[in-house]
């Protein structure tokens, strides 16, 4: 919307004398003259107009002439910032900045008709500029240099100074800030179903970026992602110890985003992948993430970054198999059918891959009477109901989970349909596990088979990459 501003935002001076010219409308001609006095021009004052849309301001400053020009001619238009500098320097212009090149736009010459006594020419100042410095003062130097037709430049008077109060123009409330939407400023703390979407592939956290102000042309949104600010956070206690900073190659999240034309906000996600969760199932994970730039508005001073910060049980929503390093049970073989009882050693001592064996004989010379005990943990690849059997085993069986005996059935006989038990574990939770078996008399056989119907795991030997021996 284009608007009249009554009230005089704009400031003007001569560097030596101030004075205020009118505008007298005439069209661009050429005439041949016998004779044709030079015009000596001055830089002049506004003509108190301010005009402002959604994307800039345009201010007209005015050109004196020391009488009416007997030719049409032109003046050259030429920046002059050192003036500028000086004055900030020296503190003459107090809490004002200079307004950065590129941010204005300044004709190179203006049009002197003939006749006319006086002229104006236009600057244009984006509002995203008047925006980024509110609060202060912006300026900018114009010097008239150069003009045509044997005319000349008032030495003195050739330099305006241009300066414009934000606060005359801009309304706080009204400033274009660029935030992120979803915890900006802040910690955003995901917990287990809470601020975040599961899919198949990880987590999805929808963060969002934010336009505060009337919307118009579209622009472009730059974010970098920062692992050195989790580090402080954690050191200053604002993070839980044990926090682990997530690097990039560790989760998605764009680092260029376009709003769109005619909009306030525009989607912005971050997504993390399962098996970055499965790194992580003993620690929370965090990640920094700030707006940088934009190409158009400003950055809002605290809501443009923002921590995510993860809590371990999100991993809970994800059931998908966790494979494990392991390298089996530890196992120990005793002469006799009561294992370690009263003090008693093994004969032998290694790492069993798995709990699979058929007609084996683990005491060299010894076919019968004698007893083993297998111990380590067990990394649960997903949650839920577990069923563990030692329906083949011959012959008396137990199976420990973490202590508890879940089947104890340590007797002479072999090969019970009733050596089985269910128990509920959660995924990527090591447990504590302790198999024993005995060997009476005839076959010798020894198979630990596990599955978990809910997740799709049917009848097997527990895998070795789930086993981990026991010291």
């Known amino acids: 919307m284009i608007m009249k501003i009554k009230s005089l935002y704009l400031t003007v001076f001569a560097l030596c004398a101030m004075q205020l010219f009118s505008c007298k409308d005439h069209t661009l001609e050429e005439f041949s003259l016998e004779k044709a ?7 002049g004052a506004s003509s108190g107009i301010v005009q402002r849309d959604n994307d800039k ?5 005015g050109i004196g002439l020391s009488a009416p020009a007997l030719k049409a001619f032109q003046v050259s238009l030429e920046l002059n910032q050192d003036t500028i500098a000086t004055l900030i320097a020296n503190n003459t212009l107090q809490n004002t900045v200079m307004l950065p090149a590129g941010t204005y736009s300044l004709p190179n010459i203006s049009e002197i008709g003939y006749g006319v006594d006086s002229a104006f020419f236009e600057v244009k100042i984006g509002v995203t500029t008047l925006e980024r410095f509110y609060g202060k003062k912006v300026a900018m130097a114009v010097s ?4 045509t037709k044997g005319n000349q430049a008032n030495g003195a008077r050739r330099t305006c100074l241009i300066v414009l109060n934000t606060q005359d123009i801009i309304v706080a409330e009204d400033i274009h800030y660029v935030s992120i939407t979803n915890g900006g400023g802040g910690i955003l703390n995901i917990t287990r179903g809470v601020g975040y979407t599961v899919t198949s592939a990880g987590v999805t956290i929808p963060l969002g970026i934010g336009l505060a102000g009337t919307p118009g042309n579209g622009f472009t949104i730059k974010t970098v992602l920062n692992s050195d600010t989790i580090a402080t956070l954690v050191a200053n206690g604002t993070l839980p110890q044990g926090t682990k900073a997530l690097t990039t190659d560790k989760f998605y999240a764009d680092t260029t985003i376009i709003m769109p034309g005619n909009k306030t906000s525009v989607p912005y996600v971050m997504s993390i992948p399962w098996n970055t969760m499965d790194e992580n199932l003993d620690n929370p994970i965090a990640v920094a993430i700030r707006i940088v730039s934009t190409s158009k508005h400003v950055l809002h001073p605290v809501n443009k970054t923002v921590v995510v910060l993860i809590d371990k049980s999100v991993s809970l ?3 998908s198999y966790i494979l494990g390093d392991g390298t089996g049970l530890k196992a120990e073989y005793f002469t006799g059918q009561t294992l370690d009882e009263g003090g008693k050693l093994p ?3 290694r790492i069993d891959p798995q709990i699979d064996f058929d007609g084996w004989q683990p005491i060299d010379g010894r076919g019968d009477d004698w007893s083993s005990k297998w111990t380590g943990e067990f990394l649960a690849p997903v949650r839920g109901e577990y069923t563990f059997l030692q329906d083949r085993w011959d012959d008396g069986s137990r199976l420990f989970i973490n202590g508890v005996a879940i089947i104890n059935d340590f007797t002479a006989e072999w090969n019970q349909s009733r050596r089985q038990a269910k128990i509920t574990l959660e995924r990527g939770v090591r447990y504590k596990i302790e198999a024993h078996h005995r060997e009476n008399v005839g076959g010798q056989q020894a198979k630990l088979f596990y599955m978990v119907p809910s997740a799709g795991i049917s009848e097997q030997i527990v895998p070795k990459s789930q086993l981990f021996p026991a010291p």
């Open 144 to 147: 008239l240099v150069d003009p």
């Open 37 to 43: 006095d030079p015009v000596t021009v001055s830089a």
């Open 317 to 319: 929503d994800n059931n």
């Open 347 to 349: 004969s032998v001592t």
């Open 57 to 61: 301001v345009t201010i007209r400053v």
